[in-house]
């Protein structure tokens, strides 16, 4: 091993499940080393060592008396996935290649602790259910949930537009708990003058804490199917 190459692990110490953290590594090396294909990987485990994220991993490279530097610095990018636990957890970050004519592990640290909790205010589209295509003069049905996967109870709205034409519907306030998920539905009437073709249906939520807006398609011209695929 040469622990002495792993000169700084940086990161935020805080993230959320569905969110994502960036690992940055530099490595250094001692004057008149070489080290050739060197590869870093890192990921996030639990204090059992079981994996929260998956890996991820650079390209190779070398760095050293030889090369264009004697430090690099590389960024690797983890996901948390939208059940993680909250809690404490620990980046682990490996960095492997060859030196000296020796292959294998080259420094090794998961003494990193980075805590997964929730954000205070966070609403979710669980789903958004519609018939993605719709003749002009008829009425578009929307169903959408909103999941409250935050710490806070939210009171929330929600507006349904379709981009293009004079159509959109604006939800009353709805009382969302904490890991409960409220069901709108809004009915859309296109017009009869309305052009064929792909349009865009933008879905907004919002309060004074959140607000996102997600697009989906809607086509004009006929009777569709069910459709729950976001673009």
Same mark, same amino acid.
Request: aromatic share 10%; net charge negative.
């Given at each position: 091993?040469?622990?002495?190459?792993?000169?700084?692990?940086?990161?935020?110490?805080?993230?959320?499940?569905?969110?994502?953290?960036?690992?940055?590594?530099?490595?250094?090396?001692?004057?008149? %080393?070489?080290?050739?294909?060197?590869?870093?990987?890192?990921?996030?485990?639990?204090?059992?060592?079981?994996?929260?994220?998956?890996?991820?991993?650079?390209?190779?490279?070398?760095?050293?008396?030889?090369?264009?530097?004697?430090?690099?610095?590389?960024?690797?990018?983890?996901?948390?996935?939208?059940?993680?636990?909250?809690?404490?957890?620990?980046?682990?970050?490996?960095?492997?290649?060859?030196?000296?004519?020796?292959?294998?592990?080259?420094?090794?640290?998961? !003494?990193? %602790?980075?805590?997964?909790?929730?954000?205070?205010?966070?609403?979710?589209?669980?789903?958004?259910?519609?018939?993605?295509?719709?003749?002009?003069?008829?009425?578009?049905?929307?169903?959408?949930?909103?999941?409250?996967?935050?710490?806070?109870?939210?009171?929330?709205?929600?507006?349904?537009?379709?981009?293009?034409?004079? !159509?959109?519907?604006?939800?009353?306030?709805? %009382?969302?708990?904490?890991?409960?998920?409220?069901?709108?539905?809004?009915?859309?009437?296109?017009?009869?003058?309305?052009? %064929?073709?792909?349009?865009?249906?933008?879905?907004?939520?919002?309060?004074?804490?959140?607000?996102?807006?997600?697009?989906?398609?809607?086509?004009?011209?006929? !009777?569709?199917?069910?459709?729950?695929?976001?673009?």
């Amino acid at each position: 091993m040469a622990p002495e190459l792993l000169k700084e692990i940086d990161f935020d110490d805080e993230a959320a499940p569905e969110g994502t953290v960036e690992i940055e590594v530099t490595l250094e090396t001692d004057e008149g %080393e070489q080290y050739e294909d060197v590869t870093i990987e890192a990921w996030i485990e639990d204090a059992d060592g079981d994996r929260l994220t998956e890996k991820d991993a650079t390209s190779e490279f070398n760095i050293g008396k030889f090369s264009d530097d004697d430090e690099k610095t590389k960024i690797l990018t983890l996901e948390i996935p939208e059940d993680a636990d909250e809690g404490q957890y620990y980046v682990v970050v490996t960095v492997k290649g060859e030196y000296d004519g020796l292959k294998g592990l080259l420094a090794y640290d998961n !003494a990193e %602790e980075i805590t997964i909790e929730r954000n205070d205010h966070n609403v979710k589209i669980l789903y958004f259910q519609y018939d993605d295509e719709v003749e002009a003069g008829d009425s578009a049905y929307f169903a959408l949930g909103l999941l409250n996967n935050g710490r806070e109870d939210e009171t929330i709205k929600a507006k349904v537009s379709i981009v293009g034409m004079d !159509a959109s519907q604006t939800s009353g306030e709805m %009382e969302v708990q904490v890991d409960e998920y409220a069901p709108i539905y809004f009915t859309l009437a296109i017009p009869e003058d309305a052009d %064929e073709g792909e349009y865009t249906v933008k879905v907004n939520v919002y309060n004074d804490e959140i607000d996102f807006t997600q697009n989906y398609k809607l086509t004009v011209e006929g !009777a569709g199917y069910l459709s729950l695929i976001h673009i």
